[in-house]
């Protein structure tokens, strides 16, 4: 059987389920949900209540087996250039890797490199917290300001609010990324740049929107204490080091990036230094053992038990053979607010694509839209479209056993928490088995009051969202989103889609700059760069 048969075997099982509805699902198979049950490291894991039976379940397997992922996935691991218009291998694997394994790249293992840059990060983070390491007038740092974009701010950003309630160390970490500049003066006017450090993080160090963001940092950091040194205040994640101290980051306060791990995939590197400034070493590295735990499952598991496959699996069902163009990922924390931005970029800037690995056009819809917001703000907001809108999207709900709220009443949390996660519970259950109108009702107000069920949905529980299971839920999605790669035949790993804005960003600049009237730029934009300068 080839690659297209498996396909039409996926296909031939979507059309038998066609008119079943999940209701009958549960009807015909009353012990569905322990079927469709699984466990990976902390996670519980149920897909019971996606429009799937074993049949399709199979089918879906046979799919992946086809697409090589077991194949790809040890490549991946072992650090072959898998990123192949690129050239480079994809190894943000080996930044949760043990000091005594090894992973060879251009014929020298990696994980000792890794190692040491960690040690230096918590030698570094240790003396920020301790005081050891003070400002340019001798006040400690009481405040870490990280300033990124995409990669280098998304990761960090989600797992600082994530893990707020392990921030150890006494220092606040603060997040900067748009170019606009009311977001990093929001940022700054509540602090004093005496006890205030910069965390540039960018692999190139000429990102055009961190660069800016991190001179007017300088200028702030000068004006505000009066003084032209401020290199004590500054640290690097970069490739780019000779940028960096030119910059004027002392040499010791600057941590390597790597061509082979991709910024989207980087939480476990040097970028998360601001996230370990905060909530300290001990619990930035029980995060990289979450990621390594759910590593390892993904490594060992037959793909038929194999959670991060089953996820990516049930997502190309819904996607390729249901017809449902968005994602939903619904977390029932608050803590995880910034999560579903960070799947955004992580999935639809990984399988964004309409060219194959061997740069043809895709047969198939690849990634779809990604989005959500925390569980019952949700349910007042965007939830009708979900019960009752005219497209079916699937979501993803997450949730936890217990809260990490302090400083409350204890029995008014643990009331809280039961009402957030009967809230939690009570939806999966009505997008999947509705509601026909009460009997009581005019006949004219029916199909308003019609919940029509049958929309698919999977439930991610834990018991607390610890560093641990963090990186256990990051490293899940990451291997999905390798899995579905593979299935769609992309390349998950570049992002050649970004860069054409950037190229026309600069040539618009260069038109503000000398307002001559610059005729590669088309009309359109001509007459509103005339129009900014005109009122600007």
Known sequence: MGMSSAWNNVGAAANALEKVAISNLFTQQP???????????????????????????QALVA?????????????????EAINNTEDRPVLHVALRMNADESVVVSGKNVVPEIHATLQRMSYAAEHIASGAHSGATGKPIKHVVNIGIGGSDLGPAMAMRALIAYAATG???????????????????????HETAFVVASKTFTTQETMANAHTAMKWLQTGM???????????VTANIDAAVHFGVPMENIFPMWDWVGGRFSLGSAIGFSLMCSIGA????????GMREMDEHFCTAELQENVPVLLALVGIWNRNFLGCASQAVIPYLQELARFPAYLQQLEMESNGKRANRAGELVEHATSPVVWGEPG?????????????????????????????????????????????MANMFAQASALAFGSPAPTDIPSAQGE??????????????FNELSPRVLGQLVALYEHKTFVQGCIWGVNSFDQ???ELGKVLAGDVLAHMANTSHDTTLDHSTRVLVEWFLKNS
């Open 496 to 498: 050649w889609g970004v």
């Open 63 to 79: 799919l992946a087996k086809y697409s090589d992922v077991e194949n790809q996935r040890n490549k991946m691991f072992s650090g």
């Open 226 to 236: 009066n003084v032209a040194s401020v290199s004590n205040h500054y640290f690097a």
């Open 448 to 461: 308003h009051r019609v919940f029509p069920g049958n929309r698919p949905s999977t439930t991610i529980v």
């Open 171 to 193: 220092v606040q970490a603060h997040f900067v990324s748009n170019v606009d500049p009311t977001d990093l003066a929001h940022v700054l006017a509540h602090l004093n740049p």
């Open 282 to 289: 001990q619990h930035f590295g029980d995060m990289l053992l």
């Open 31 to 57: 012990t569905r949900t322990e079927l469709f049950m699984f466990h990976a490291g902390e996670l519980l894991v149920d897909f019971s209540r996606q429009k799937i039976d074993a049949a399709a379940l």
């Open 376 to 420: 019952t703000n949700g349910q007042h907001a965007f939830f009708q479209l979900l019960h009752q809108g005219t497209d079916v999207i699937p979501v993803d709900f997450i949730g936890a056993a217990r809260t990490t709220a302090a400083g409350l009443d204890e029995q008014s949390v643990r009331e809280q928490h039961q009402k957030l």
